[in-house]
């Protein structure tokens, strides 16, 4: 079992910056690429951006490019979020997931944190 704890979410306004943080325990081994995934409130959760165990690929959604900036440092298990120029549809509850390999499709990660609320006001 992995287990996955987001922090950082809050409550902003527009053009505010955010870094959430996706912190891993337990058998890391079994992950590997780490996703971000929003989910607003009664719509599907949606794909962010991922990275790859090596931090050498990464990959946005087209909604966030130029924006928001995924890294990680695997010495402290954690994956960060960093999210600058938001705005109000930016609002959501934001969830880190792992996997092998990278994907962007929620249903093909193994491993869930319970979520972080960001909210960005107008």
């Known amino acids: 079992q992995v287990q996955l704890v987001e922090s950082g979410g809050g409550l902003v306004q527009a053009g505010d910056s955010l870094r959430l943080s996706c912190a891993a325990s337990g058998r890391t081994s079994s992950s590997g690429a780490m996703g971000w995934f929003g989910q607003a409130p009664g719509k599907e959760r949606e794909f962010v951006a991922v990275?790859?165990?090596?931090?050498?690929?990464?990959y946005y959604a087209d909604s966030v490019k130029g924006r928001f900036t995924i890294s990680r440092d695997n010495a402290k298990n954690t994956v960060y979020l960093q999210m600058n120029s938001l705005k109000p549809e930016d609002t959501a509850v934001y969830y880190c997931?792992?996997?092998?390999?990278?994907?962007?499709?929620?249903?093909?990660?193994?491993?869930w944190g319970q979520g972080t609320q960001v909210t960005v006001s107008s």
């Open positions: 997931a792992t996997r092998r390999a990278p994907s962007v499709l929620a249903s093909d990660y193994d491993y």
């Open positions: 990275i790859s165990w090596s931090g050498g690929y990464t």
